[in-house]
T-cell receptor, first 113, second 115 residues
Framework: AQSVTQLDSQVPVFEEAPVELRCNYSSSVSVYLFWYVQYPNQGLQLLLKYLSGSTLVKGINGFEAEFNKSQTSFHLRKPSVHISDTAEYFCAVSYFGNEKLTFGTGTRLTIIP | EAGVTQFPSHSVIEKGQTVTLRCDPISGHDNLYWYRRVMGKEIKFLLHFVKESKQDESGMPNNRFLAERTGGTYSTLKVQPAELEDSGVYFC?????????????FGNGTRLTVT
């Protein structure tokens, strides 16, 4: 069965510090990978996606993620976080030819001033 | 452009009652998806419409859930009769193309509480 694992349910980080949110997926076939963010009282919005090509993907708001096929990972990183990055972050995967997304359980990022 | 709109934002009903959730996708988006997040767990796929046709309803939990998209515009998701385990946040999303080619635009969700 397809699955996405986000081991960290909550991550507190000091403002201007770097952050990495971890995501691992299970798959033996080609996948597309996504990170979505949900700000308080809002819907989810796409941060970035990996479809093919360069394994380092840059997204909005200074975030980037690296696709590692051998480790089946797609960790999200930002070199310096801001208070406005406080949100819940979801990693998701879709399998080639299948349009539905399989999401992880989410990581709540809290920025400490 | 107006985003994906969901009504109501919150709904509290008693076990055994019926609730209908509505989703208005972005105009022109043929693809409409319903997802659900039960408290603290992952967001799970429910079903996918292409225009008015159900493309994939493999995630629908059981026959107490009925989704429709008459005319290929807005969609409704009816739960009848509601059970306690149906509580959660129901998200609707739409996209112009297949989801991996164009981003999914999510609504703010409907928080359903069954007591």
């Amino acid at each position: 069965a397809q699955s996405v694992t986000q081991l960290d349910s909550q991550v507190p980080v000091f403002e201007e510090a770097p952050v990495e949110l971890r995501c691992n997926y299970s798959s033996s076939v080609s996948v597309y990978l996504f990170w979505y963010v949900q700000y308080p009282n809002q819907g989810l919005q796409l941060l970035l996606k990996y479809l093919s090509g360069s394994t380092l993907v840059k997204g909005i708001n200074g975030f980037e993620a690296e696709f590692n096929k051998s480790q089946t990972s797609f960790h999200l990183r930002k070199p310096s976080v801001h208070i406005s990055d406080t949100a819940e972050y979801f990693c998701a995967v879709s399998y080639f030819g299948n349009e539905k997304l399989t999401f992880g359980t989410g990581t709540r990022l809290t920025i400490i001033p | 452009e107006a985003g994906v709109t969901q009504f109501p934002s919150h709904s509290v009903i008693e076990k055994g009652q019926t609730v209908t959730l509505r989703c208005d996708p972005i105009s022109g988006h043929d693809n409409l998806y319903w997802y659900r997040r039960v408290m603290g767990k992952e967001i799970k796929f429910l079903l996918h419409f292409v225009k008015e046709s159900k493309q994939d309803e493999s995630g629908m939990p059981n026959n107490r859930f009925l989704a429709e998209r008459t005319g290929g515009t807005y969609s409704t998701l009816k739960v009848q009769p509601a059970e306690l385990e149906d509580s959660g946040v129901y998200f609707c999303a739409s996209s112009q193309e297949r989801s991996y080619n164009s981003p999914l635009h999510f609504g703010n969700g409907t928080r359903l509480t069954v007591t």
